[in-house]
T-cell receptor, first 111, second 115 residues
């Protein structure tokens, strides 16, 4: 059974640009969550999607957005990038049991 | 306040030692407590605990949740160098809600196992 797949794995952007990250959950999982991980703040919840609807949102500015498609794949977008957005962005999928499984992450560097 | 606190923040041991990692939390009305192991990449799922006092085991790892005292521990016996990693504890979503994906993480314990 394939795990959670995230693309791209690494990317470098400059301030002011925007970025889109993609996540394909484990087959059969309908819940997809996104997290930001930085050395200073640790793992912080961004948002959760279930059946194409945002079910929960963390305390991040509106520049961070996401969506989920009918096949449960999800994307997150960060607009007007800032240096502080440099981080590892992790996607996790879960089934009704509540166990979350993470992808390898997308490491974003903003210059 | 919804905080999850792990201790110690870092730990250095030798192969064969037994370690106990601690996780304390403040919110009581939650569905589950989860433990993850993170090496250089994504957190790897270890355990999900939902009931107080019931130990979960997987090989040399075990974990238990105490809902009365608001903490959980992760034990690793006969440690190996491959156990070196960051161990993360996370409180799951509130009970009664529809969310599964919102976890509140602790800051992690960095475990280093020397040969």
């Amino acid at each position: 059974k394939a795990g959670v797949t995230q693309t791209p794995r690494y990317l470098i952007k400059t301030r002011g640009q925007q970025v889109t990250l993609s996540c394909s959950p484990i087959s059969g999982h309908r819940s997809v969550s996104w997290y930001q991980q930085t050395p200073g703040q640790g793992l912080q919840f961004l948002f959760e999607y279930f059946s194409e609807t945002q079910r929960n949102k963390g305390n991040f500015p509106g520049r961070f957005s996401g969506r989920q498609f009918s096949n449960s794949r999800s994307e997150m977008n960060v607009s007007t990038l800032e240096l502080g957005d440099s981080a590892l962005y992790l996607c996790a999928s879960s089934s009704y049991t509540g166990e979350l499984f993470f992808g390898e992450g997308s490491r974003l560097t903003v210059l | 306040e919804d905080k999850v606190v792990q201790s110690p923040l870092s730990l250095v041991v030798h192969e064969g030692d037994t370690v106990t990692l601690n996780c304390s939390y403040e919110v009581t009305n939650f569905r589950s407590l989860l433990w993850y192991k993170q090496e250089k990449k994504a957190p790897t799922f270890l355990f999900m605990l939902t009931s107080s006092g019931i130990e979960k085991k997987s090989g040399r790892l075990s974990s238990i949740l105490d809902k009365k005292e608001l903490f959980s521990i992760l034990n690793i016996t006969a440690t190996q160098t491959g156990d070196s990693a960051i161990y993360l504890c996370a409180r799951g979503p509130n009970a009664g809600g529809t969310s599964y994906g919102k976890l509140t993480f602790g800051q992690g314990t960095i475990l280093t196992v020397h040969p």
